[in-house]
């Protein structure tokens, strides 16, 4: 089975690229630099250099691979600021990469003959902000996002109706939970966890927003495993279990030997944070993995982000 995976260099595409090999595919990777070829053809990745916004380059590369599955992994995350002031600007780039990205992946598909679609959506604060404290695919994105994320909602919004949607192919999104791990923000030497180390992340108005992660790894263990598993549709792929901010990032600073995270209350952090930093802190919801453990036949190898934090972020 031939696949092609766009976005092959990035934190999650490095990380899938052997799993994908070891599972005996036959794997087309793609890069945005001519000097990550070299890389990608010794790791016995067919290699090719390709502007996900172009749609000439779209094309050309997929029309060169004739892939029975796309995996969709362009995003460009990594140089994140870590401010949530910065949001809108920080996912810029990437909602073109979801929105225009998406759609020309898709054409170029659908021209290839291709059967199989699969995409990186993201679970967390896009969901509601009411009701359970823990969401289900079934359960709307939010309908009222804060005013700096709204338009990354709305690209994600996009992503999951383009590809669930299509008639003419099997198309999966999969809500990834919040990545730790090497080549994450939250793994060794990423720039959250440096704040984490120096006190600069703080548990802020309480810190009832709750989270749900997911180990780079097992992110890139439930893609393989949608590469042949699964019914066309929303997959959450996380931990099995959702903490609010409260109760991990104490955990997490401890793990690295840091000292507790500084709490401020709510009317002091709201000028420092916004109001997207404060909806993360106080009123985000974390996310069930039920029907991708049961639908995938995945299970995470970290089942919680205790474990995780403790042996898994470098």
Same mark, same amino acid.
């Given at each position: 089975?031939?696949?092609?995976?766009? #976005?092959?260099?990035?934190?999650?595409?490095?990380?899938?690229?052997?799993?994908?090999?070891?599972? /005996?595919?036959?794997?087309?990777?793609? &890069?945005?630099?001519?000097?990550?070829?070299?890389?990608?053809?010794? $790791?016995?990745? *067919?290699? =090719?250099?390709?502007? #996900?916004?172009?749609?000439?380059?779209?094309?050309?590369?997929?029309?060169?691979?004739?892939?029975? =599955?796309? =995996? *969709?992994?362009?995003?460009?995350?990594? *140089?994140?600021?870590?401010? %949530?002031?910065?949001?809108? @600007?920080?996912?810029?780039?990437?909602?073109?990469? +979801? &929105?225009?990205?998406?759609?020309?992946?898709?054409?170029?598909?659908?021209?290839?003959?291709?059967?199989?679609?699969?995409?990186?959506?993201?679970?967390?604060?896009?969901?509601?902000?009411?009701?359970?404290?823990? @969401?289900?695919?079934?359960?709307?994105?939010?309908?009222?996002? &804060?005013?700096?994320?709204?338009?990354?909602?709305?690209?994600?919004?996009?992503?999951?109706?383009?590809?669930?949607?299509?008639?003419?192919?099997?198309?999966?999104?999969?809500?990834?939970?919040?990545?730790?791990?090497?080549?994450?923000?939250? /793994?060794? /030497?990423?720039?959250?966890?440096?704040? =984490?180390?120096?006190? +600069?992340?703080?548990?802020?108005?309480?810190?009832?927003?709750?989270?749900?992660?997911?180990?780079?790894?097992? $992110?890139? &263990?439930?893609?393989?495993? !949608?590469?042949?598993?699964? !019914?066309?549709?929303?997959?959450?792929?996380?931990?099995?279990? %959702?903490?609010?901010?409260?109760?991990?990032?104490?955990?997490? !600073?401890?793990?690295? #030997?840091?000292? %507790?995270?500084?709490?401020?209350?709510?009317?002091?952090?709201?000028?420092?944070?916004?109001? *997207?930093?404060?909806?993360?802190?106080?009123?985000?919801?974390?996310?069930?993995? $039920?029907?991708? @453990? !049961?639908?995938?036949?995945?299970?995470?190898?970290?089942?919680?982000?205790?474990?995780?934090?403790?042996?898994?972020?470098?």
């Amino acid at each position: 089975m031939r696949v092609f995976l766009a #976005g092959a260099t990035g934190a999650l595409g490095r990380r899938l690229l052997p799993k994908l090999l070891e599972a /005996g595919f036959d794997v087309t990777g793609t &890069t945005s630099s001519s000097s990550k070829l070299a890389a990608l053809e010794a $790791a016995g990745v *067919h290699g =090719v250099v390709m502007d #996900g916004l172009d749609v000439t380059s779209v094309d050309d590369a997929v029309a060169g691979a004739r892939p029975d =599955v796309v =995996v *969709h992994q362009l995003t460009a995350l990594a *140089h994140m600021s870590g401010n %949530p002031r910065n949001f809108e @600007k920080d996912f810029a780039e990437t909602n073109r990469l +979801r &929105t225009r990205g998406t759609d020309l992946l898709l054409a170029a598909a659908r021209a290839a003959g291709t059967e199989r679609f699969i995409a990186q959506s993201y679970a967390g604060w896009p969901s509601e902000r009411t009701g359970s404290w823990v @969401k289900g695919e079934n359960d709307p994105l939010d309908p009222a996002p &804060t005013a700096v994320s709204a338009r990354t909602v709305e690209a994600i919004r996009h992503l999951e109706a383009v590809v669930t949607g299509a008639t003419d192919l099997d198309g999966l999104a999969l809500r990834y939970g919040s990545l730790y791990g090497p080549g994450t923000g939250l /793994g060794t /030497g990423g720039n959250l966890l440096a704040m =984490v180390a120096k006190r +600069r992340f703080p548990v802020a108005g309480g810190g009832t927003g709750m989270f749900s992660f997911c180990h780079i790894d097992d $992110a890139a &263990t439930a893609t393989v495993a !949608a590469v042949t598993h699964g !019914a066309p549709g929303v997959y959450i792929v996380a931990d099995d279990e %959702p903490a609010p901010v409260s109760e991990w990032l104490p955990y997490l !600073a401890a793990s690295i #030997g840091a000292k %507790p995270p500084m709490r401020l209350p709510a009317w002091l952090a709201a000028p420092l944070l916004g109001e *997207h930093g404060m909806s993360m802190m106080t009123q985000i919801r974390g996310s069930s993995n $039920a029907k991708a @453990k !049961a639908e995938l036949g995945w299970r995470p190898s970290y089942p919680s982000w205790r474990e995780g934090f403790r042996s898994g972020l470098s």
